[in-house]
T-cell receptor, first 114, second 109 residues
Framework: DTGVSQDPRHKITKRGQNVTFRCDPI?????LYWYRQTLGQGPEFLTY????????KSRLLSDRFSAERPKGSFSTLEIQRTEQGDSAMYLC????????????FGQGTRLTVV | DAKTTQPTSMDCAEGRAANLPCNHS???????VYWYRQIHSQGPQYIIH???NNETNEMASLIITEDRKSSTLILPHATLRDTAVYYC??????????FGPGTSLSVIP
Protein backbone atom coordinates (compact mmCIF):
# COMPACT_ATOMS: atom_id res chain seq x y z
CA ASP A 1 0.00 0.00 0.00
CA THR A 2 1.59 3.28 -1.06
CA GLY A 3 -0.95 5.60 0.57
CA VAL A 4 -0.72 7.57 3.79
CA SER A 5 -0.36 5.26 6.77
CA GLN A 6 -1.00 6.04 10.41
CA ASP A 7 -0.02 4.11 13.47
CA PRO A 8 -1.62 3.04 15.73
CA ARG A 9 -5.16 2.82 14.39
CA HIS A 10 -6.62 2.83 17.88
CA LYS A 11 -5.24 4.02 21.20
CA ILE A 12 -6.84 3.90 24.64
CA THR A 13 -5.03 5.78 27.34
CA LYS A 14 -5.64 6.96 30.85
CA ARG A 15 -6.09 10.63 31.56
CA GLY A 16 -2.77 12.30 32.27
CA GLN A 17 -0.70 9.93 30.15
CA ASN A 18 1.32 10.99 27.12
CA VAL A 19 0.59 9.52 23.70
CA THR A 20 2.42 9.69 20.37
CA PHE A 21 1.03 9.00 16.92
CA ARG A 22 2.97 8.42 13.75
CA CYS A 23 2.15 9.32 10.16
CA ASP A 24 3.99 8.10 7.08
CA PRO A 25 3.03 10.21 4.06
CA ILE A 26 3.20 9.27 0.41
CA UNK A 27 6.92 9.19 -0.27
CA UNK A 28 7.33 12.08 -2.71
CA UNK A 29 4.89 14.38 -0.90
CA UNK A 30 6.54 17.38 0.71
CA UNK A 31 3.49 18.64 2.63
CA LEU A 32 2.06 16.88 5.65
CA TYR A 33 -1.04 17.90 7.59
CA TRP A 34 -2.59 16.91 10.89
CA TYR A 35 -6.30 17.18 11.61
CA ARG A 36 -8.55 16.26 14.52
CA GLN A 37 -12.12 15.04 14.12
CA THR A 38 -14.73 14.57 16.82
CA LEU A 39 -17.97 12.70 16.36
CA GLY A 40 -20.38 14.35 13.95
CA GLN A 41 -17.97 17.13 12.96
CA GLY A 42 -15.80 17.70 9.95
CA PRO A 43 -12.03 17.38 10.39
CA GLU A 44 -10.40 20.40 12.05
CA PHE A 45 -6.99 21.59 10.90
CA LEU A 46 -4.22 21.39 13.50
CA THR A 47 -0.90 21.99 11.77
CA TYR A 48 1.09 21.42 8.62
CA UNK A 49 4.68 20.92 7.49
CA UNK A 50 6.44 21.79 4.28
CA UNK A 51 9.31 19.31 4.30
CA UNK A 52 10.66 19.52 7.87
CA UNK A 53 9.44 23.06 8.56
CA UNK A 54 6.25 23.50 10.56
CA UNK A 55 4.62 26.39 8.73
CA UNK A 56 1.30 26.82 10.48
CA LYS A 57 -0.33 25.84 13.75
CA SER A 58 -3.99 26.21 14.58
CA ARG A 59 -5.08 27.82 17.82
CA LEU A 60 -6.58 24.40 18.56
CA LEU A 61 -3.03 23.11 19.03
CA SER A 62 -2.53 23.80 22.72
CA ASP A 63 0.88 23.68 24.36
CA ARG A 64 0.21 20.05 25.32
CA PHE A 65 0.39 19.16 21.63
CA SER A 66 3.60 18.98 19.66
CA ALA A 67 4.26 17.78 16.14
CA GLU A 68 7.52 17.04 14.43
CA ARG A 69 8.73 16.01 11.03
CA PRO A 70 12.46 15.73 11.64
CA LYS A 71 13.71 14.58 8.25
CA GLY A 72 10.86 15.77 6.12
CA SER A 73 9.46 12.28 5.81
CA PHE A 74 7.35 10.74 8.60
CA SER A 75 5.74 12.88 11.29
CA THR A 76 4.79 12.39 14.91
CA LEU A 77 2.07 14.06 16.93
CA GLU A 78 2.48 13.93 20.69
CA ILE A 79 -0.13 14.83 23.25
CA GLN A 80 1.11 15.33 26.79
CA ARG A 81 -1.04 14.98 29.91
CA THR A 82 -4.03 13.77 27.94
CA GLU A 83 -7.50 14.96 28.88
CA GLN A 84 -10.87 13.39 28.11
CA GLY A 85 -11.52 16.21 25.66
CA ASP A 86 -8.61 14.97 23.56
CA SER A 87 -10.64 11.90 22.61
CA ALA A 88 -11.01 12.14 18.84
CA MET A 89 -9.86 10.78 15.51
CA TYR A 90 -6.48 12.21 14.51
CA LEU A 91 -6.03 12.32 10.75
CA CYS A 92 -2.89 12.83 8.74
CA UNK A 93 -2.76 13.91 5.10
CA UNK A 94 -0.05 14.60 2.57
CA UNK A 95 0.20 16.45 -0.70
CA UNK A 96 2.68 17.70 -3.25
CA UNK A 97 3.29 21.44 -3.37
CA UNK A 98 3.50 23.58 -5.37
CA UNK A 99 0.95 22.40 -7.83
CA UNK A 100 -2.74 21.90 -7.97
CA UNK A 101 -2.85 18.50 -6.36
CA UNK A 102 -5.21 16.93 -3.91
CA UNK A 103 -4.44 15.91 -0.34
CA UNK A 104 -4.42 12.21 0.44
CA PHE A 105 -5.63 11.19 3.88
CA GLY A 106 -4.73 8.28 6.10
CA GLN A 107 -7.28 6.19 7.94
CA GLY A 108 -6.64 8.02 11.18
CA THR A 109 -5.77 7.16 14.76
CA ARG A 110 -8.73 6.96 17.11
CA LEU A 111 -7.78 8.14 20.58
CA THR A 112 -9.92 7.37 23.62
CA VAL A 113 -8.94 8.94 26.91
CA VAL A 114 -10.50 7.23 29.92
CA ASP B 1 -13.57 28.62 8.97
CA ALA B 2 -15.26 26.92 6.05
CA LYS B 3 -16.36 29.35 3.36
CA THR B 4 -18.90 27.16 1.57
CA THR B 5 -22.45 26.24 2.50
CA GLN B 6 -24.07 22.87 1.85
CA PRO B 7 -27.31 21.20 2.88
CA THR B 8 -26.95 19.21 6.05
CA SER B 9 -28.32 15.99 4.62
CA MET B 10 -29.79 14.44 1.50
CA ASP B 11 -31.29 11.13 0.44
CA CYS B 12 -30.92 9.45 -2.92
CA ALA B 13 -32.42 6.25 -4.30
CA GLU B 14 -29.94 3.59 -5.28
CA GLY B 15 -29.21 3.70 -9.02
CA ARG B 16 -30.35 7.28 -9.40
CA ALA B 17 -28.14 10.31 -9.82
CA ALA B 18 -27.16 12.10 -6.64
CA ASN B 19 -26.87 15.86 -7.09
CA LEU B 20 -25.11 17.59 -4.21
CA PRO B 21 -25.21 21.40 -4.26
CA CYS B 22 -22.69 23.80 -2.80
CA ASN B 23 -22.66 27.58 -2.49
CA HIS B 24 -19.34 29.40 -2.61
CA SER B 25 -20.42 32.98 -3.22
CA UNK B 26 -17.16 34.46 -1.89
CA UNK B 27 -14.90 32.44 -4.17
CA UNK B 28 -12.00 34.42 -5.60
CA UNK B 29 -10.39 34.09 -9.00
CA UNK B 30 -7.55 31.85 -7.88
CA UNK B 31 -9.65 29.54 -5.72
CA UNK B 32 -10.75 26.13 -6.90
CA VAL B 33 -13.77 24.08 -5.84
CA TYR B 34 -12.71 20.75 -4.34
CA TRP B 35 -14.92 17.88 -3.26
CA TYR B 36 -13.98 15.21 -0.74
CA ARG B 37 -16.08 12.54 0.88
CA GLN B 38 -15.74 10.60 4.09
CA ILE B 39 -17.23 7.18 4.52
CA HIS B 40 -17.92 6.26 8.13
CA SER B 41 -14.76 5.55 10.15
CA GLN B 42 -12.44 6.23 7.21
CA GLY B 43 -10.26 9.16 6.27
CA PRO B 44 -11.55 11.71 3.75
CA GLN B 45 -11.17 10.78 0.09
CA TYR B 46 -10.60 13.22 -2.75
CA ILE B 47 -13.28 13.14 -5.45
CA ILE B 48 -12.77 15.94 -7.94
CA HIS B 49 -11.89 19.61 -8.29
CA UNK B 50 -12.37 22.40 -10.81
CA UNK B 51 -11.74 26.06 -11.44
CA UNK B 52 -14.44 27.21 -13.85
CA ASN B 53 -14.97 24.48 -16.40
CA ASN B 54 -17.09 21.43 -15.74
CA GLU B 55 -15.03 18.39 -14.83
CA THR B 56 -15.65 14.65 -14.98
CA ASN B 57 -13.69 11.70 -13.74
CA GLU B 58 -14.39 8.08 -12.99
CA MET B 59 -16.08 8.96 -9.70
CA ALA B 60 -18.20 12.01 -10.42
CA SER B 61 -18.95 15.12 -12.43
CA LEU B 62 -18.58 18.67 -11.19
CA ILE B 63 -20.76 21.39 -12.65
CA ILE B 64 -19.70 24.96 -11.82
CA THR B 65 -22.01 27.87 -12.61
CA GLU B 66 -20.76 30.57 -14.93
CA ASP B 67 -20.46 33.10 -12.11
CA ARG B 68 -18.61 30.43 -10.06
CA LYS B 69 -20.74 31.13 -7.01
CA SER B 70 -22.15 27.65 -6.80
CA SER B 71 -21.51 24.14 -8.00
CA THR B 72 -23.09 20.70 -8.07
CA LEU B 73 -21.38 17.37 -7.56
CA ILE B 74 -23.09 14.62 -9.52
CA LEU B 75 -22.75 10.93 -8.75
CA PRO B 76 -24.39 9.51 -11.87
CA HIS B 77 -25.56 6.15 -10.51
CA ALA B 78 -25.47 6.18 -6.72
CA THR B 79 -24.77 2.93 -4.91
CA LEU B 80 -25.05 2.05 -1.25
CA ARG B 81 -21.27 2.47 -1.00
CA ASP B 82 -21.68 6.15 -1.86
CA THR B 83 -23.33 6.77 1.51
CA ALA B 84 -20.94 9.24 3.11
CA VAL B 85 -20.43 12.84 4.18
CA TYR B 86 -19.53 15.01 1.19
CA TYR B 87 -17.44 18.13 1.71
CA CYS B 88 -17.27 21.05 -0.71
CA UNK B 89 -14.20 23.25 -0.23
CA UNK B 90 -13.03 26.44 -1.91
CA UNK B 91 -9.30 27.00 -1.78
CA UNK B 92 -6.26 27.99 -3.79
CA UNK B 93 -3.94 25.30 -5.06
CA UNK B 94 -1.50 25.90 -2.20
CA UNK B 95 -3.95 26.32 0.71
CA UNK B 96 -4.66 23.66 3.27
CA UNK B 97 -8.04 21.93 3.18
CA UNK B 98 -10.57 23.45 5.60
CA PHE B 99 -13.64 21.31 6.13
CA GLY B 100 -17.13 22.47 6.98
CA PRO B 101 -19.86 20.17 8.26
CA GLY B 102 -20.56 18.80 4.76
CA THR B 103 -23.64 17.03 3.42
CA SER B 104 -24.53 13.62 4.78
CA LEU B 105 -25.74 11.62 1.79
CA SER B 106 -27.79 8.51 2.42
CA VAL B 107 -28.30 6.18 -0.53
CA ILE B 108 -31.46 4.22 0.01
CA PRO B 109 -32.09 0.77 -1.47
Amino acid sequence: DTGVSQDPRHKITKRGQNVTFRCDPISEHNRLYWYRQTLGQGPEFLTYFQNEAQLEKSRLLSDRFSAERPKGSFSTLEIQRTEQGDSAMYLCASSLSPGNTEAFFGQGTRLTVV
Amino acid sequence: DAKTTQPTSMDCAEGRAANLPCNHSTISGNEYVYWYRQIHSQGPQYIIHGLKNNETNEMASLIITEDRKSSTLILPHATLRDTAVYYCIQKTSYDKVIFGPGTSLSVIP
